[in-house]
């Protein structure tokens, strides 16, 4: 296992990070998703961490609130040694403040999320997507209170389209505010489109990108293809979405690719995400010891320039307007740019 820093917080993170979405079953959805007993979790987490995963990311709402107190007792005796993230945002109960993310809501929410996980402190406290119920700057001081008080060391946010981020991240200057450290972002072979947009403002402003489903919720696990689909969760549950011609396509270059080099197709498909210097960590997640262990072994695969040309052609987004027009290169004359340069230097 290899290690990255999560943007500039001087705290190294475990290139694979273990998600907790299939702990717990409460609510059919998350029954469909994941259904894991605390045996089960248990199991699998002991593994991550022998693997070398320091880094494990929750959520509030997982089975609405199972997960956390599952992965809370996975942890005990554990915790000094992980950095461990959870998330707020999600509906957690009928009342018209059960949800969003109000300062209200935000304190309550961590309190709670702290009983559960059985801890005194979170280290990543992230939102979950956006809120337009609520004014950034109420959410980012609620946020900078909590980091100040000790319940959670560094914030990050989920979900939220790059205006916005950008937003957010203006406001905690403006305002002298804890900022976002990262984001954690739908990104796969199947999934690029936070390339347009996001990936940039990331390098720009020095973020970590944490990546979820990035084997697009099981469809590049080399049981979908174009003569039938297998068994998985995305058979039930057909998230997130995707261009499934497209998909398929992707899927036989993996395929190829994987036969090639003795490896697997999710292995592949999770060592190209690896391979983007911007992703800070990748989240997996499972609901059986084999897929852990497939997974696991991704990052002793490495693709060759040639390997990485094919599944970037393969999976290549359409450009869209402004990309197109960027596309047409510049319109200045030879040696132009540099002597502007120069006279502005002098």
């Known amino acids: 296992m290899k290690y990255r820093a999560l943007a500039d917080t ?108 059985g801890t005194d402190y979170i280290d990543l406290y992230q939102i979950h997507r956006s809120d337009a119920f609520t004014n950034i700057e109420d959410t980012l001081r609620a946020l900078d209170d909590l980091v100040r008080q000790g319940k959670v060391r560094y914030i990050g946010c989920s979900n939220l389209p790059a205006w916005e981020l950008m937003k957010a991240l203006g406001t905690s200057r403006a305002q002298n505010l804890e900022r976002f450290k990262c984001t954690q972002s739908f990104y796969s072979l199947a999934g690029r489109e936070i390339e347009r947009d996001t990936i940039p403002l990331l390098q720009d402003q020095g973020l970590g990108l944490l990546v979820w489903s990035p084997l697009a919720g099981g469809f590049l696990s080399g049981k979908f293809t174009r003569d039938g689909e297998g068994s998985g969760r995305r058979k039930n549950f057909d998230f997130p979405p995707l261009d499934k011609d497209r998909g398929y396509a992707i899927v036989d270059e993996l395929a190829s690719i994987a036969e090639g080099k003795g490896a697997s197709v999710p292995q592949v498909a999770l060592a190209w995400v690896l391979a983007n210097k911007t992703v800070s960590s990748v989240i997996i997640g499972a609901r059986k010891m084999a897929q852990l262990e497939d997974n696991l072994g991704a990052v002793d695969v490495l693709l060759s320039s040639d390997e990485l040309a094919r599944l970037n052609a393969v999976s290549q987004l359409p450009l869209t307007y402004p990309a197109w027009m960027e596309s047409m290169g510049s319109d200045r004359l030879p040696g132009e740019a540099r002597s502007f340069d120069a006279a502005k230097k002098e």
Not at 102 to 109: A, E, F, K, V, Y
Request: proline share 1%; charged share 20%; aromatic share 4%.
């Open 10 to 117: 001087g705290v190294f993170v475990s290139e694979l990070c273990l998600g907790t979405m299939t702990f717990g079953g409460k609510g059919q959805m998350w029954e469909t998703i994941g259904g894991l007993a605390q045996a089960e979790v248990d199991s699998i987490v002991g593994r991550a961490l022998e693997g070398g995963i320091n880094f494990i990311d929750t959520a509030d709402v997982y089975s609405t609130g199972e997960s956390e107190v599952m992965t809370g007792k996975a942890l005990k005796g554990k915790r000094q040694d992980l950095v461990l993230a959870t998330k707020v945002r999600g509906r957690m109960g009928p009342g018209a403040n059960e949800v969003g993310l109000s300062r209200l809501h935000i304190m309550q929410g961590v309190e709670a999320s702290l009983k559960r996980l």
